[in-house]
């Protein structure tokens, strides 16, 4: 039985084996044929592309697609110059609301206000009309509960917190976000996820990697990551491979769908909440060097557990304490699975921010992918910003850095770690080209590859990322008229409008 085609024709097509090429057909979930429109073959029907430039579409490789879909309905914290500014936003949104509603809201980030004291809980409650509230921190780390969370909830102080300043830290701020993410249905949820991935259509996003980390405050996690599975399966809308967070859970995340156990399961913090875990004491708080979350032998019996069960396992390590954590672990498990084995399951690293040339030559040796953020560098990288404060001016300008780690040929995938960076592809690529620190930026083409065929790479799929016969027909229509990528030279310059976007052949968004 044949399958349709479909041609897409009269414009560009930024393809690898055919420069020139101006059309390609579409059979099915596969690029059946590229070339020049005049050679095409017959198709069952047409497109016409109008001039416009067919390139491969993004992969985002880390995000948390209900907290997108909340940020993009509801109330987001971020672009604030004061805690004030924040709270009569918080203020203005909550008089809308029912009175028994929750107000629960993520991205402040006290670094950007004249003064960075956080609000007490006492403020911020007030500002949501003594409804129950909690507020996320950007860096998805730390929060502030207002009191009528912590008084219902006492169990939130045996928890790992600060009491002293009212932020929740560590399993206090992951049990209290649970908490009331365990009061809105999976249905809602699902619909909040939904416009999540509407959005990243019209990105020119055809995949979409999810980091679900469950904690036992919200027993309906599991149902909620296997429904953003099965979104994803639906033809209307980008890929939804899900990574679960949970600690030698590997049968579990295989039963939920998963492509792979780990990825946002945390051996380390944040920068921002200075519980990313260095080898070298914070430059704004010498008592601190962060936290270590798991141990060597943690890491390498998750790492154990995944091989037995087939599926790849992923990591949060910001810190370079953490990464080599990590690479720690590898070698305890390289020990007992072979090294070959362990390259070929492609594991990961979420975010290794921090890393020296040891560290990279680790990484090369173990067939590690870095799943990293050019957005973090653009808000709080360079002499001035966030990291600078936090680890002094030179560690600020060495750290994510992708020339580096592209030079010694680690495989690096782009994504937002959306809601704390907005889903933005053309932005992440731009960041890379333009990171702080000259010495670090990524030629516009390399950086363009991360954010595609770097994605699939590091899921392990080869057939993907490329507009080549025989690969998967994911790819994103510009309003772009030449044959090559934009010139990226203006990190200011507008990012090119999606036109189109196809995924495993099916068109699942069309500017109108």
Same mark, same amino acid.
């Given at each position: 039985?044949?399958?349709?085609?479909?041609?897409?024709?009269?414009?560009?097509?930024?393809?690898?084996?055919?420069?020139?090429?101006?059309?390609?057909l579409?059979?099915?979930?596969? #690029?059946?044929?590229?070339?020049?429109?005049?050679?095409?073959?017959?198709?069952d029907?047409?497109?016409?592309?109008?001039?416009?430039?067919?390139?491969?579409?993004?992969?985002?490789?880390?995000v948390?697609?209900?907290?997108?879909?909340?940020?993009?309905?509801?109330?987001?914290?971020?672009? +604030?110059?004061?805690?004030?500014?924040?709270?009569?936003a918080?203020?203005? +949104?909550a008089?809308?609301?029912?009175?028994?509603?929750?107000?629960?809201?993520?991205? /402040?980030?006290?670094?950007?206000?004249?003064?960075?004291?956080?609000?007490?809980?006492?403020?911020?409650?007030?500002?949501?009309?003594?409804?129950?509230?909690?507020?996320?921190?950007?860096?998805?780390?730390?929060?502030?509960? =207002?009191?009528?969370?912590?008084?219902?909830?006492?169990?939130?102080?045996?928890?790992?917190?600060?009491?002293?300043?009212?932020?929740?830290?560590?399993?206090?701020?992951?049990?209290?976000?649970?908490?009331?993410?365990?009061?809105?249905?999976?249905?809602?949820?699902?619909?909040?996820?939904?416009?999540?991935?509407?959005?990243?259509?019209?990105?020119? #996003?055809?995949?979409?990697?999810?980091?679900?980390?469950?904690?036992?405050?919200?027993p309906?996690?599991?149902?909620?990551?296997?429904?953003?599975?099965a979104?994803?399966?639906?033809?209307?809308?980008?890929?939804?491979?899900?990574?679960?967070?949970?600690?030698?859970?590997?049968?579990?995340?295989?039963?939920?769908?998963?492509?792979?156990?780990?990825?946002?399961?945390?051996?380390?913090?944040?920068?921002g909440?200075?519980?990313?875990?260095?080898?070298?004491?914070?430059?704004?708080?010498?008592?601190?060097?962060?936290?270590?979350?798991?141990?060597?032998?943690?890491?390498?019996a998750?790492?154990?557990?995944?091989?037995?069960?087939?599926?790849?396992?992923? +990591?949060?390590?910001?810190?370079?304490?953490?990464?080599?954590?990590?690479?720690?672990?590898?070698?305890?498990?390289?020990?007992?699975?072979?090294?070959?084995?362990i390259?070929?399951?492609?594991?990961?690293?979420e975010?290794?921010?921090?890393?020296?040339?040891?560290l990279?030559?680790?990484?090369?040796?173990?067939?590690?992918?870095?799943?990293?953020q050019?957005?973090?560098?653009?808000a709080w990288?360079?002499?001035?910003?966030?990291?600078?404060?936090?680890l002094?001016?030179a560690?600020?300008?060495?750290?994510?850095?992708?020339?580096?780690?592209?030079?010694?040929?680690?495989?690096?995938? +782009?994504?937002?770690?959306?809601?704390?960076?907005?889903?933005?592809?053309?932005?992440?690529?731009?960041?890379?080209?333009?990171?702080?620190?000259?010495?670090?930026?990524?030629?516009?083409?390399?950086?363009?590859?991360?954010?595609?065929?770097? =994605?699939?790479r590091?899921?392990?799929?080869?057939?993907?990322?490329?507009?080549?016969?025989?690969?998967?027909?994911d790819?994103?229509? /510009?309003?772009?008229?030449?044959?090559?990528?934009?010139?990226l030279?203006?990190?200011?310059?507008?990012?090119?409008?999606?036109?189109?976007?196809?995924?495993?052949?099916?068109?699942?968004?069309?500017?109108?």
């Amino acid at each position: 039985m044949s399958l349709p085609t479909t041609l897409w024709r009269g414009g560009r097509v930024l393809s690898p084996t055919s420069p020139d090429a101006t059309a390609l057909l579409v059979e099915g979930e596969r #690029i059946a044929w590229v070339g020049p429109e005049g050679e095409a073959p017959s198709a069952d029907r047409t497109v016409d592309l109008d001039g416009a430039l067919a390139t491969p579409a993004f992969v985002d490789s880390h995000v948390h697609l209900t907290g997108t879909g909340a940020s993009l309905e509801g109330l987001h914290l971020a672009g +604030f110059g004061s805690a004030r500014e924040m709270l009569d936003a918080v203020a203005s +949104f909550a008089r809308a609301l029912p009175p028994e509603a929750i107000v629960h809201a993520h991205g /402040w980030d006290e670094t950007a206000w004249d003064d960075p004291t956080p609000p007490s809980p006492a403020e911020v409650e007030r500002a949501a009309g003594g409804r129950p509230t909690y507020l996320s921190r950007a860096c998805g780390h730390v929060g502030i509960a =207002g009191p009528r969370v912590l008084a219902e909830h006492p169990e939130l102080h045996t928890l790992d917190h600060d009491t002293g300043s009212g932020l929740l830290r560590r399993m206090a701020h992951r049990a209290a976000r649970g908490l009331l993410q365990a009061a809105v249905p999976v249905s809602q949820r699902l619909e909040t996820a939904r416009a999540a991935l509407d959005r990243a259509a019209s990105l020119g #996003i055809a995949a979409l990697v999810e980091h679900t980390v469950p904690v036992a405050t919200d027993p309906r996690a599991e149902d909620e990551f296997a429904g953003l599975i099965a979104l994803g399966a639906e033809a209307g809308r980008p890929a939804v491979y899900g990574w679960w967070g949970e600690l030698c859970a590997a049968e579990k995340a295989r039963d939920l769908g998963a492509h792979g156990c780990g990825g946002d399961l945390s051996v380390d913090g944040s920068l921002g909440a200075r519980t990313a875990c260095l080898r070298a004491p914070y430059s704004d708080d010498e008592s601190t060097r962060g936290t270590r979350y798991l141990t060597e032998e943690q890491i390498r019996a998750h790492l154990a557990d995944c091989h037995r069960v087939g599926l790849s396992a992923a +990591f949060h390590a910001i810190g370079d304490a953490a990464v080599a954590t990590v690479l720690d672990g590898l070698d305890l498990a390289e020990r007992i699975i072979g090294l070959d084995e362990i390259r070929r399951a492609r594991h990961r690293i979420e975010h290794a921010e921090l890393l020296d040339t040891e560290l990279k030559a680790r990484l090369v040796h173990h067939g590690v992918h870095l799943s990293v953020q050019p957005a973090f560098d653009a808000a709080w990288g360079g002499a001035e910003g966030m990291y600078a404060a936090r680890l002094g001016r030179a560690a600020a300008l060495e750290a994510n850095p992708f020339a580096a780690l592209a030079g010694v040929g680690v495989p690096l995938a +782009f994504g937002s770690d959306s809601p704390v960076t907005p889903l933005d592809p053309w932005g992440g690529v731009k960041a890379a080209v333009h990171h702080h620190n000259p010495r670090l930026r990524l030629a516009p083409a390399t950086a363009f590859t991360a954010a595609t065929r770097g =994605g699939w790479r590091a899921l392990g799929i080869d057939d993907a990322g490329t507009l080549s016969p025989g690969m998967r027909a994911d790819f994103a229509v /510009w309003d772009l008229t030449g044959p090559a990528l934009p010139e990226l030279s203006d990190p200011e310059a507008p990012a090119p409008r999606c036109l189109a976007t196809v995924a495993a052949g099916h068109r699942i968004y069309q500017h109108a």
